[in-house]
C-alpha cells in the first residue's frame, strides 16, 4: 500500500469517529443561522438584511406607545402614529425575521419629575402595557409577531433599582399572562458592579421570585480598551483582545448562571465597531475632533464582526445581535456602526452574509487551537450530512502567516477567505503535505477549509 492509500484509509476511520463524537456533542450548540442576528430599527429594510441572518432586534421607547405611562394603550397604534403591525414588525415577519422587541423606559423619568414620581403607582399599569404587548405580538396569539420581549434596554444605575424590581415584577407577569410561550428578555446586564448602561446580575435579578420570571440574560459588550490603554473613552480593540473585558463579560454572565440561574439562555443583544469614511472624519466636530476619534476601517469593521460571531459561538451563548444594521457615515460612536451606508453595503454586509451561508447549517463544535501567537482554528459541523468547515485566522498581525494546520479528519476539498465584496468568495491557495496537514496563507480575515464527510470505515487492500 502506498503512503497516500495509506494515509486515506486512516483519515477515513478517524473522520468517522471524530463525526461521530462530534455530531453528538455539536447538537447542544445552536445553528449559526440560529444563532446570528442583527439590531433593526422603523428603517429596516427586511429584504436587504435577510442574506445575513433570520434573527433581528427592535427597541423602542414607551413614548412611541404612549404618552406617559398610565395613559390609554391602543397597540399596535401608537400615539405618534406607527402602526407595530402594518409599519414594522409584520413586514419583519413576512421578510423572514423573528424579532425580539425591547422596551426603553426612555425618557420617561429623566426629567425633573424623576422616576419615582413618573412611576408612582404605576405598577398596576405596568402588567396591563405587559399583558396587551404579549396578547398582540406573541408566538401563540393571532399575529405571532415576535417572540420575546425585553423589559428595558439600559436603565443602568441611574434608574432606581427597587423601582426596576417593582415594574419588572409586574410587567413579566403581564407578558406571562397575556402569552407564556413569550420569552422574557432582562435588561442589559452583567455580573459585576452595575454601570451607566448595565444593572448588576447578581443584585437586581439575584432573589428567587425573579429568577423565576425571565427566560433569557442579556448582555451588551463592546470591546472598549482598559481606560489606562486608551486616547479617548470610544476607543476599541480587536475582539480577542485579552486585555479588555469583551469576551470576560460573557465569561462571569455564564459562570453566574451556572452557580445561581441554570436553565436560563444568555444572549448578547448588542455588540460592533464604527466604520466611517474618510470624507466623514473630515466633518468631526466636538469631542470626536478635539479627541481624535477614528472609529475603524471597513474592512476592520468586517473582521471584527465576523470574528466576534465565531469567538462567541465557542462560549454558552443562544445569540449574538449586530449593532447595527445601517448608518448615514456620521463621525462618532454607534453612529457609524452599520452593515450597510445609506443602505448600500459595506465590507462587513458582504463579509456576513458570507458567514450566514457558510456556516449557517453548522454548529460550533470544538477549539481545534489557539496559540499565543493569535492564531484561532475552530471547528463547524453539520449535524445532517457529517460535513466540517474549520475556521482559521489571526487575531493579529497585518501580513499573511505561513501556517500548518495539522490533525484535519480529511483534506480539505476547498477553502475560501471572507469576502470584502459582493462575488464569490476568494479561493485560498493550499498545499496538501504527505502527512494530511495543509499549509495555506493565513490572515486577520478568517479562511474556511471545508471538509467533506467521512462515513465509511471499508478498506482497500
Request: net charge negative; charged share 25%; hydrophobic share 35%.
Amino acid at each position: 500500500m502506498n503512503p497516500f492509500s495509506r494515509l486515506a484509509r486512516n483519515l477515513t476511520i478517524l473522520g468517522l469517529f471524530v463525526f461521530i463524537c462530534a455530531a453528538a456533542s455539536a447538537d447542544e450548540k445552536p445553528l449559526m443561522k440560529d444563532f446570528m442576528g442583527v439590531n433593526g430599527h422603523f428603517t429596516f429594510k427586511p429584504e436587504l438584511y435577510r442574506p445575513l441572518c433570520r434573527l433581528a432586534r427592535n427597541y423602542h421607547n414607551l413614548d412611541w406607545d404612549v404618552k406617559r405611562p398610565g395613559g390609554a394603550i391602543t397597540f399596535p397604534r401608537c400615539v405618534n402614529g406607527v402602526d407595530w403591525n402594518a409599519h414594522v414588525f409584520g413586514p419583519w415577519k413576512t421578510g423572514g425575521f423573528e424579532t425580539d422587541v425591547c422596551v426603553q423606559f426612555g425618557s420617561f423619568g429623566r426629567g425633573a419629575e424623576g422616576f419615582e414620581a413618573l412611576w408612582k403607582d404605576r405598577e398596576d399599569w405596568a402588567q396591563e402595557y405587559g399583558f396587551t404587548l404579549a396578547r398582540y405580538l406573541g408566538p401563540s396569539g393571532e399575529h405571532k409577531l415576535c417572540t420575546s420581549i425585553e423589559i428595558g434596554n439600559e436603565p443602568g444605575n441611574e434608574f432606581n433599582d427597587a423601582l426596576y424590581q417593582r415594574l419588572f415584577k409586574r410587567m413579566a407577569a403581564g407578558i406571562r399572562e397575556g402569552d407564556p410561550e413569550m420569552k422574557i428578555v432582562t435588561c442589559t446586564v452583567q455580573a459585576r458592579d452595575s454601570d451607566k448602561y448595565s444593572k448588576d446580575l447578581r443584585e437586581t435579578f439575584a432573589s428567587d421570585e425573579i429568577k423565576a420570571l425571565f427566560d433569557v440574560i442579556n448582555l451588551h459588550v463592546y470591546a472598549t480598551k482598559p481606560e489606562g490603554a486608551r486616547a479617548h473613552p470610544w476607543e476599541r480593540s480587536y475582539p480577542e483582545d485579552p486585555s479588555i473585558d469583551y469576551l470576560k463579560i460573557v465569561n462571569e454572565a455564564i459562570a453566574w448562571r451556572d452557580a445561581e440561574a441554570p436553565g436560563k439562555q444568555i444572549w448578547i443583544t448588542e455588540f460592533g465597531w464604527d466604520a466611517c469614511t474618510p470624507e466623514a472624519m473630515k466633518r468631526r466636530d466636538g469631542w470626536f475632533e478635539k479627541l481624535n476619534w477614528s472609529g475603524e476601517s471597513d474592512e476592520r469593521q468586517a473582521r471584527y464582526i465576523v470574528r466576534s460571531f465565531l469567538c462567541f459561538s465557542e462560549y454558552d451563548v443562544d445569540r449574538a445581535y449586530l449593532y447595527f444594521y445601517n448608518d448615514d457615515d456620521q463621525p462618532s460612536v454607534h453612529a457609524a456602526s452599520g452593515v450597510t451606508r445609506h443602505f448600500e453595503p459595506k465590507p462587513s454586509y458582504w463579509a456576513m452574509r458570507h458567514l450566514y451561508k457558510t456556516l449557517g447549517d453548522y454548529r460550533f463544535n470544538r477549539v481545534v487551537q489557539k496559540d499565543d501567537r493569535g492564531l484561532h482554528i475552530y471547528e463547524y459541523v453539520n449535524g445532517s450530512n457529517g460535513r466540517r468547515v474549520w475556521a482559521v485566522w489571526n487575531a493579529t498581525g497585518d501580513e499573511e502567516r505561513e501556517t500548518l494546520v495539522t490533525g484535519l479528519p480529511a483534506p480539505p476539498e476547498t477553502i475560501e477567505r471572507m469576502p470584502l465584496r459582493d462575488g464569490p468568495a476568494p479561493e485560498v491557495e493550499f498545499t496538501l503535505e504527505q502527512d494530511g496537514s495543509v499549509r495555506l496563507p493565513v490572515t486577520q480575515s478568517p479562511a474556511y477549509l471545508f471538509i467533506p464527510a467521512q462515513t465509511s470505515t471499508r478498506v482497500d487492500g
